[in-house]
């Protein structure tokens, strides 16, 4: 095999190009707070620091719509204001006003709620089309329900308040810690050094070690960027296997796809291992689904099946997407030697490693002592800022934390006040009439409605937009049908995960990966359906028998 050679805390001194085939339309899913530590494992030079870098050196973000060049030059000026785009806006509109005004209006459905149907489609297409970036998208449908006197003022920003949305603001500020701390990088390595001294070993440490941080590091883009590419790109350089090169595939290809495709087993393992999962759990409450403990019920019913897809995933892309390097002999000793050079745990770390026991501790516990899951977050959080960790330069910093919380709220809000309308009981009583039209089964109906949520996906360019927008419907219309409650809740809520490496959009952490320019994108929707293929298998056999086993239905 080649040799790996040293290679120094590899930090590109620009952004790193992608392929320009990313459209665009979906460059706003890649947070721009992925300005992060590039803490990588970077192992050569003594006169390079390998802790993490200061906050001074931060890693543009992995913009997918750049232009591949070999010397890009920075521009000196800021980035001018874009208008929107003309088509998407005209067919985003469009949608709204045939719904509003061509479609007939059922009689058991209010005017008031037929106009926020429209508004709530029309927004729904700017997500899916992009005429402008989602939060700015999303402030035109909420001013367009307060505008029309769809929504009163106070409705339409009900949302703003609700608990689980900044559960899911307050994790993007803790995995901005695991990454200001290098404690991410630190246990990432150490899994290398236990068991990289092999291509599939790597995969294998470096899966493991992203379950192992997962349900602390409640962002998978996060993780995606700040933690696991920055060290995949660092191995592969260290093998010769360059971005946008046939070299890629010694080594770096596989690791890539690998780390892409086993990510949402690792987040539908741990309710806080993402935050679409709380949002799931949340919105099944507004429709009557109360699952009690739910951290300890979501891991009970993910775990068998969660753990199995993990372990399977890299084997199976090491069989049908082979790296070309088999054998990395010196790479756990080049991870024990990265380690020296970080030097003991720090205090921060040791502050890091504590603050997320506490949380974690709290996540599960907390129904039993009266703490919610969004106040042992804040206790979390403001431990962080008193012990200096983080700083408050670092929460507003964190510009896809805001962002979410301005869209998000939109959706959330708009989703529940339909809900409220009834417009969800509507179209689900709709969906049971045609299922049962066919005499179809309560499991034969669960079947159908998760393959077309699932498939659903590929017009999504967002998890969390996904299940803002489709969630409730298609809870309400498992329900309807028949399906155990508890069952439709965390079902949907896993099936949410598994779609978040179909495509090169369909996610957050789509674009970070598909973005370091090691993949292609036939392979990305090649594979990313194969394996989906393969989880939905796992899940859906294994998963069928551990939850009768655990009395789910």
């Known amino acids: 095999m080649e040799i790996f050679r040293l290679a120094v805390s590899h930090r590109p001194p620009h952004p790193v190009p992608a392929p320009p085939r990313v459209r665009r339309r979906h460059l706003h899913h890649l947070p721009a707070s992925l300005s992060l530590p590039c803490t990588s494992l970077s192992l050569s030079s003594p006169q390079h620091h390998l802790s993490p870098t200061p906050r001074h050196h931060l890693l543009p973000p992995l913009l997918a719509s750049r232009t591949p060049s070999s010397n890009p030059d920075p521009d000196p000026s800021p980035p001018s204001a874009s208008d929107a785009k003309l088509v998407p806006l005209v067919i985003s509109v469009a949608v709204g006003l045939a719904v509003r005004f061509l479609a007939p209006r059922p009689a058991e459905v209010s005017p008031q709620a037929w106009q926020l149907l429209s508004i709530f489609l029309s927004t729904i297409a700017g997500l899916v089309l992009g005429p402008l970036p989602v939060g700015a998208w999303a402030f035109l449908g909420l001013t367009a329900a307060v505008a029309t006197h769809t929504l009163p003022f106070a409705a339409a920003f009900s949302a703003f308040t609700n608990e689980v949305i900044w559960l899911i603001v307050i994790s993007f500020f803790f995995a901005r810690g695991f990454v200001k701390t290098g404690l991410g990088d630190r246990i990432a390595t150490y899994f290398i050094k236990w068991l990289g001294s092999s291509t599939l070993g790597l995969s294998y440490g470096l899966t493991i070690s992203e379950a192992c941080i997962a349900p602390a590091m409640p962002s998978t883009t996060a993780r995606a960027g700040g933690v696991f590419l920055p060290i995949i790109k660092s191995l592969s350089l260290s093998a010769e296997s360059k971005p946008n090169h046939p070299s890629s595939r010694k080594l770096g290809s596989?690791?890539?796809?690998?780390?892409?495709?086993?990510?949402?087993?690792?987040?539908?393992?741990?309710?806080?291992?993402?935050?679409?999962?709380?949002?799931?759990?949340?919105?099944?409450?507004?429709?009557?689904?109360?699952?009690?403990?739910?951290?300890?019920?979501?891991?009970?019913?993910?775990?068998?099946?969660?753990?199995?897809?993990?372990?399977?995933?890299?084997?199976?892309?090491?069989?049908?997407?082979?790296?070309?390097?088999?054998?990395?002999?010196?790479?756990?000793?080049?991870?024990?030697?990265?380690?020296?050079?970080?030097?003991?745990?720090?205090?921060?770390?040791?502050?890091?490693?504590?603050?997320?026991?506490?949380?974690?501790?709290?996540?599960?516990?907390?129904?039993?002592?009266?703490?919610?899951?969004?106040?042992?977050?804040?206790?979390?959080?403001?431990?962080?800022?008193?012990?200096?960790?983080?700083?408050?330069?670092?929460?507003?910093?964190?510009?896809?934390?805001?962002?979410?919380?301005?869209?998000?709220?939109?959706?959330?809000?708009?989703?529940?006040?339909?809900?409220?309308?009834?417009?969800?009981?509507?179209?689900?009583?709709?969906?049971?009439?045609?299922?049962?039209?066919?005499?179809?089964?309560?499991?034969?109906?669960?079947?159908?409605?998760?393959?077309?949520?699932?498939?659903?996906?590929?017009?999504?360019?967002?998890?969390?937009?996904?299940?803002?927008?489709?969630?409730?419907?298609?809870?309400?219309?498992?329900?309807?049908?028949?399906?155990?409650?508890?069952?439709?809740?965390?079902?949907?809520?896993?099936?949410?995960?598994?779609?978040?490496?179909?495509?090169?959009?369909?996610?957050?952490?789509?674009?970070?990966?598909?973005?370091?320019?090691?993949?292609?994108?036939?392979?990305?929707?090649?594979?990313?359906?194969?394996?989906?293929?393969?989880?939905?298998l796992i899940w859906g056999v294994v998963g069928t028998v551990w939850w009768k086993f655990l009395g789910l239905y």
């Open 254 to 536: 596989y690791l890539v796809m690998t780390q892409f495709q086993a990510a949402g087993n690792s987040s539908a393992l741990f309710l806080t291992a993402a935050a679409q999962n709380l949002l799931c759990l949340k919105l099944a409450e507004e429709l009557g689904v109360i699952i009690a403990n739910p951290w300890v019920a979501w891991f009970k019913a993910a775990s068998l099946p969660a753990i199995i897809s993990l372990l399977a995933t890299p084997y199976l892309l090491y069989k049908i997407f082979p790296p070309e390097t088999k054998d990395t002999p010196d790479a756990p000793a080049l991870a024990a030697d990265k380690l020296k050079r970080m030097g003991p745990v720090t205090k921060n770390e040791w502050v890091m490693i504590g603050t997320m026991i506490l949380a974690v501790s709290l996540w599960v516990f907390g129904d039993a002592i009266g703490v919610s899951s969004v106040v042992a977050a804040m206790l979390g959080l403001s431990i962080l800022l008193l012990l200096g960790v983080l700083d408050w330069d670092d929460c507003l910093n964190e510009k896809s934390a805001w962002d979410t919380l301005a869209w998000f709220a939109v959706l959330v809000g708009m989703a529940g006040q339909l809900t409220n309308l009834g417009i969800v009981s509507w179209m689900s009583s709709c969906v049971a009439k045609l299922l049962q039209s066919f005499s179809l089964s309560w499991p034969a109906a669960f079947c159908v409605l998760e393959a077309s949520y699932f498939l659903i996906h590929y017009l999504f360019a967002s998890q969390t937009g996904h299940v803002g927008a489709l969630y409730s419907a298609f809870l309400a219309m498992h329900i309807v049908a028949g399906v155990p409650r508890v069952l439709s809740a965390l079902a949907l809520a896993f099936n949410t995960n598994l779609f978040g490496a179909l495509t090169h959009y369909s996610s957050g952490q789509a674009a970070v990966y598909f973005g370091a320019g090691y993949i292609e994108l036939p392979d990305v929707f090649r594979l990313g359906f194969i394996t989906a293929l393969i989880n939905t």
